[in-house]
């Protein structure tokens, strides 16, 4: 079984479209985060979600909205796309324990 | 605030050497974790090995292990007997747990690619 998966995992869109990345996690951890990985592949952080409280990256634009329907689940919706969205997008899940277990990515393409 | 260095962007091993990647950060706090994490070109982020700060002896992992020097605020890997398969980025993370709420930190990453 897949612990945290992320659909889908390639995604080709155009400016200005809008569009949603899910992630789930059969882990039963309490936190998640979203990552972006720009082609420089430096990990940034985008939002964490621990304990049903979101906590926000500031410099993430407010197209970026998670959304959490239940513990196992952190998805990302993203509005009106832009040309420098492209990236990887990773989902993860952490333990009390600590270390991430990572979904295995969605590629997206804003042409 | 914290800070996690990789002052190695890219390197380069032969098959069978043992390489050494080095990371430092920056903390005022004396309980957390360190990780590295490999991202194959699958792109799929895996956990290497993690050292808990409160541990002094030194976490290995079959072929990886690492050293771990809380003054210096080093933790450096080592990967022994470098196979084919160990190309990959390489990052290093910091994380702390405050008030229930974790903070993680990823180094920048070092480009570990390994010849036959």
């Known amino acids: 079984d897949t612990a945290v998966s992320q659909t889908p995992k390639y995604l080709v869109t155009q400016m200005g479209n809008d569009k949603s990345i899910k992630c789930e996690q059969n882990?039963?951890?309490?936190?998640m985060y979203w990552y972006k990985q720009d082609s420089k592949k430096f990990l940034k952080i985008m939002f964490s979600y621990n304990n049903k409280e979101l906590i926000i990256n500031e410099t993430v634009p407010n197209r970026f909205s998670p959304k959490s329907p239940d513990k196992a689940h952190l998805n990302l919706h993203i509005n009106s796309l832009e040309l420098g969205d492209s990236a990887v997008y990773f989902c993860?899940?952490?333990?009390?324990?600590?270390?991430?277990?990572f979904g295995p990515g969605t590629r997206l393409l804003v042409l | 605030a914290q800070t996690v260095t990789q002052s190695q962007p890219e390197m380069s091993v032969q098959e069978a050497e043992t390489v050494t990647l080095s990371c430092t950060y920056d903390?005022?706090?004396?309980?957390?974790?360190l990780f590295w994490y490999k991202q194959p070109p699958s792109r799929q982020m895996i956990l290497v090995i993690r050292?808990?700060?409160?541990?002094?002896q030194n976490a290995t992992e079959n072929r990886f292990s690492v050293n771990f020097q809380k003054a210096a605020k080093s933790f450096s890997l080592k990967i022994s007997d470098s196979q084919l398969g160990d190309t990959a980025m390489y990052f290093c993370a910091f994380m702390k747990l405050t008030s229930g709420t974790y903070k993680y930190i990823f180094g920048t990453g070092t480009r570990l690619k390994v010849l036959a």
């Open positions: 050292q808990e700060a409160y541990k002094q």
């Open positions: 993860a899940s952490i333990p009390p324990s600590g270390p991430q277990y």
């Open positions: 903390t005022s706090e004396s309980n957390y974790y």
């Open positions: 882990l039963g951890h309490d936190t």
